[in-house]
């Protein structure tokens, strides 16, 4: 038997995107970048894509195939079939060997299950390990889009890069404001998630990948990319300097009414460190109270056991990934940071309930804390 606790999980990829945004162009796009040798590709819909030297999985039919020295299989079974099967495949040598995975998921998919799916499995868990969330946003359409399905705003805002298709498309002062006003938009519902688009070459794997918990380069979770701490201003806009794109100096303003206002992206901080106990039983709430509406939550915590080693957190929803302790700080910021993607919670209610496990004050914080920890000792929390 395959000692997989021996292996490093292969670093994992989501493109997403909404129909028509453009996905299957990019990723077409993308495989012939030689940065994507040695990637598995699973498509999350029916379809098949001829490669030259990857694999291309589609959890369609039950058949398999070989076409010009390129493995193509479609298996009848949900996502977590598919890559148990990619994965002991790979172990056993009847495949070429892959050391990153990218799926493709279909235009109207809500982003979750698919997170949650490769955070949840225990098996999935040891051998692969979420990385990026990719998502095409068309910029013609993209507005319109938004306005009208709930699916593409979870796809966007769990995104931490986000590539603009079809700019080209917008022409003159009118089509410049129009990109202006989605990229505010986008930055509001992704305040941290990097911008780019098809027309300026950014949209590589070498720009797209090692955005998550996994960089191959430094051997350690990729921490400050995705901690910005700085994009989730009190503003609330998240707007800073993009990279290719003009700054006018003017302001757009959107309809208040629009259903996305729901979806907030903030960030707590709290120098104070949080015992390992602490710290489960803060997730344990936060999964209890707010579980559906938690989008997405990035983290460093500081722990009482350990100060000088903080722990990486990750989830989706109810579904954490396991903590990952990192060796030392990534920066000198010894605090720890939350980063939070959410429908309808404000940022005041899990600061309270935050500082509540980390003031070591006998105030009401530490008084909640206590008796929290008590319900838990007696079986009141379980879940």
């Known amino acids: 038997m395959t000692d997989t606790a021996s292996k490093a999980p292969i670093p994992l990829s989501v493109l997403t995107g909404f129909l028509g945004a453009g996905k299957t162009t990019v990723l077409n796009k993308l495989?012939?970048?030689?940065?994507?040798?040695?990637?598995?590709?699973?498509?999350n819909e029916f379809g098949e894509i001829g490669l030259d030297h990857l694999l291309v999985?589609?959890?369609?039919?039950?058949?398999?195939?070989?076409?010009?020295?390129?493995?193509?299989?479609?298996?009848?079974?949900?996502?977590?079939?598919?890559?148990?099967?990619?994965?002991?495949?790979?172990?056993?040598?009847t495949i070429m060997a892959f050391d990153r995975v990218m799926i493709e998921t279909t235009g109207l998919a809500d982003p979750a299950p698919i997170l949650h799916t490769?955070?949840?499995?225990?098996?999935?868990?040891?051998?692969?390990?979420?990385?990026?969330?990719?998502?095409?946003?068309?910029?013609?359409?993209g507005e319109a889009t938004l306005d009208a399905h709930g699916e593409s705003v979870k796809q966007v805002a769990v995104a931490d890069r986000l590539v603009l298709s079809k700019a080209d498309l917008l022409v003159g002062i009118e089509g410049e404001e129009s990109l202006e006003s989605l990229i505010v938009r986008l930055r509001k519902l992704a305040p941290a998630a990097r911008i780019m688009d098809t027309l300026s070459g950014e949209a590589t794997p070498a720009n797209l990948f090692n955005a998550g918990l996994y960089d191959p380069e430094s051997k350690s979770p990729d921490v400050k990319r995705w901690l910005a701490e700085e994009a989730y201003g009190s503003d609330g806009k998240g707007r800073r300097r993009r990279s290719g794109h003009h700054h006018h100096g003017h302001d757009h303003h959107h309809d208040v009414n629009r259903h996305d206002d729901h979806i907030k992206a903030f960030c707590i901080a709290a120098d104070e460190p949080i015992s390992a106990t602490s710290f489960d039983l803060f997730l344990e709430l936060l999964r209890s109270y707010h579980g559906p509406n938690l989008l997405r939550m990035k983290g460093i915590v500081k722990v009482e056991e350990d100060p000088e080693r903080p722990f990486i957190i990750h989830g989706v929803q109810h579904v954490f990934h396991p903590p990952v302790q990192l060796e030392a700080w990534p920066d000198e910021d010894k605090r720890?940071?939350?980063?939070?993607?959410?429908?309808?919670?404000?940022?005041?209610?899990?600061e309270k309930l935050f500082t509540a496990f980390t003031d070591r004050t006998q105030g009401a914080g530490a008084a909640f804390r206590d008796e929290t920890l008590s319900l838990r000792s007696g079986g009141l929390l379980d879940q």
């Open 31 to 43: 495989l012939q970048d030689p940065g994507m040798a040695g990637t598995a590709v699973i498509i």
């Open 57 to 93: 999985e589609t959890a369609d039919e039950n058949v398999m195939e070989m076409s010009s020295g390129c493995l193509c299989c479609t298996i009848r079974g949900d996502l977590i079939d598919t890559m148990e099967d990619l994965m002991k495949r790979r172990d056993e040598g």
């Open 118 to 141: 490769i955070m949840n499995h225990p098996w999935l868990v040891a051998r692969y390990r979420l990385e990026s969330v990719i998502t095409i946003v068309d910029a013609v359409n």
């Open 336 to 350: 720890s940071r939350l980063v939070f993607i959410t429908r309808d919670v404000e940022k005041a209610e899990l």
